[in-house]
């Protein structure tokens, strides 16, 4: 493409960007890289900052495993149940409607929703409280997919060079807990780069740390927030199709004010949320919405995500986290050649990954980089012994 082109079509982006957005949305020309990227190498580019973050996002990968790691429901032998990959576009949609409405940067929104759980480890949040359980017995620090999810992106991607996204992307996804619900979203706009990278390390050295923070622009809130409103009634779709859950026992209060169905509560949340947030600085639901939302939380809570019935094989799996973990360490302490995890970290990555991490730290930055069925299949290769066929 030629170059006055390209300066053709950059100048109308800025235009637009400038006609359209909210004072209170950040602009595709404030994105920081903590590597500053030369001229040349995007001279021809007419994407902007944020856009070229998804382009890396969702070209490398650990966003192709999406695939095939858990939502929500494990063990359940039904295709039509949500896998990560489908959280993230849902998240993503959502957002992205969201913040059009509210004149944000769909570019941001979107790189942030597309990258926000690449941390998230075999089996969910349920395999995620046993490698964080795992790193604190063996005294290295804590494990939040969230932290996971920037030292993929940051750290371990392109063989440990990372892909030099912006930081407020890396902001966005540092703080997408959906998991905690807030009365108002307001970001913390005086945030610098060093702060977030501060937030970043402390997820690893301090506990519950990853649960406090707060996105550095308002495009993170959305994420933030649309990622309650993407699972919340989609959980209850798959826990009604895998038969944990009958539509009927939705309690009557939550029904009237936010639906029975998915599509009815995603429409609810956004418009009110949309509503009652227009022209502010924050993000919030009106009062009944909120209520409605936390005890719809409650509910998947105490019928689904603590569902007995959901939860019956967590112990094995847990044998499964530990024997593959302490299999890992033995491997890279003993330098084992024929290893995956040794070819991974000796051969892959680059030099100073190994010169800079212990041994315990690269198990599980393996382990959180699994599928569901890579993992499952490495511990079957390990414990069930192999089929040598008929000997004639």
Known sequence: MNSRLVSTILAQNKQREELT????????????RLTPETHDKNQDDIRSSFTRDTDRIIHSPSYTRYIDKTQVFYLFQNDNITHRVLHVQLVSKIARQIGRALKLNEDLIEAIALGHDLGHVPYGHDGERILNALCEEQNIGYFSHNGQSVRTLKELE????????????????????????????????????????EEYQNCFTHKGSSSTLRPMTLEGCVVRVSDVIAYIGRDIEDAITIGMLKREEIPPAIQAVLGDRNDRIIRTLSFDLIEQSYGKKGLNF?????????????????????????????????KMFRYLYQAFCKELISRDENSFIYKWAYLKMK????????????AVDYIASMTDRYFNEDFRRRVIPANFGFKV
């Not at 957005?21 to 920081?32: F, N, V, Y």
């Open 21 to 32: 957005l909210s004072p209170e949305a950040c602009p595709s020309s404030r994105g920081i």
């Open 158 to 197: 392109n063989n440990g060079r990372g892909l030099n996204l912006t930081i407020q992307v890396l902001d966005g996804i540092l703080c997408h807990n959906g998991e905690l619900l807030e009365d108002i979203y307001i970001p913390e706009k005086n945030k610098s780069a060093e702060k977030v990278l």
């Open 351 to 362: 030099p100073t990954y190994i010169e800079e991490t212990a041994p315990e730290r690269i």
């Open 286 to 318: 009106s009062l009944d919405i909120q209520k409605a939302l936390q005890d719809l939380l409650q509910f998947n809570y105490k019928k689904i995500y603590l569902n007995p019935e959901k939860k019956s094989e967590d112990h094995k799996i847990e």
